[in-house]
């Protein structure tokens, strides 16, 4: 075959895999989450829909009641495979995400399926 033809039906293929412990990820949040892997270690198998994987709290305010006691409101949020799989497609630098998280959850007024989403984002994936 003539080399241009040669050089047309060569392909370069690049391959990557990006894994985390998920105990370990929990581990790392901890600096102002509680941060909890909710699926047991050692678990098989796939994933059933929707199923909760880790779910992070926060103390998001506290009150005074009588007798010297206090309350603490907190926020919870439960993370599925999806939230986890954009966090490690996107590869975005941990302490990034953790602030979004942070500023996410904080925010009482998000209802239903907040998503993090991050500054000129929609001019990423074109």
């Known amino acids: ?18 894994e985390t412990s998920g105990p370990t990820l929990a581990d790392s949040l901890g600096s102002g989450f509680k941060a ?6 050692g678990a098989v198998g796939d994933l059933a829909p929707g199923e909760v994987i880790m779910e992070l709290s926060v103390i998001t305010g506290s009150q005074f009641l009588p007798g010297g006691l206090r309350a603490e409101v907190s926020s919870t949020l439960q993370m599925r495979l999806s939230a986890l799989d954009q966090y490690l497609i996107e590869l975005v630098a941990q302490d ?11 925010d009482l007024s998000a209802q239903g399926r907040p998503w ?11």
């Open 1 to 18: 075959m003539h080399p241009v033809a040669c050089a047309r039906l060569i392909g370069d293929l690049a391959v990557f895999t990006v």
């Open 36 to 41: 909890k892997w909710v699926r047991p270690p």
């Open 96 to 106: 990034t995400w953790i602030k979004g998280l942070r500023r996410m959850i904080a």
């Open 116 to 126: 993090p989403t991050y500054r000129g984002e929609e001019r990423v994936w074109r």
